[in-house]
């Protein structure tokens, strides 16, 4: 995956973060692949969703991954699942002082 080409949260440093929220995830007993967490940051700033709210953003992912066909594997791609990656995902934003819209 590429990562974002705009905001604050590109190259490295969205490599960063994904890594971070994966790890993290992992130590909450929540498996999911790296993959899946960029997927989610990718997609919510394909979207151009990124700067809403934590429910607005899980609410239009998980539709668009249903749309896609994208699944967690076994089964649906939840907005509990997608959820948890916004939570760390803000963590990481504001450890880096990076406020969500400039994201």
């Known amino acids: 995956m590429s990562g974002p080409t705009t905001g604050k949260l590109t190259g490295a440093l969205f490599t960063e973060a994904a890594e971070w929220i994966w790890e993290n995830l992992q130590e909450e007993g929540i498996q999911m692949s790296g993959e899946l ?10 979207l151009l969703i990124h700067t809403g709210t934590s429910e607005e953003i ?6 668009e991954f249903e749309k896609r066909g994208i699944e ?4 649906k ?3 509990v699942l997608i959820k948890a990656v916004l939570d760390w995902e803000d963590d990481f934003l504001g450890f ?3 406020p969500r819209a400039d994201s």
């Open 37 to 46: 967490v960029e997927l989610i940051m990718e997609t919510e700033r394909e």
């Open 58 to 63: 899980d609410t239009a992912l998980e539709v």
């Open 72 to 75: 967690a594997n076994p089964g």
């Open 77 to 79: 791609l939840h907005k």
């Open 96 to 98: 880096a002082a990076i």
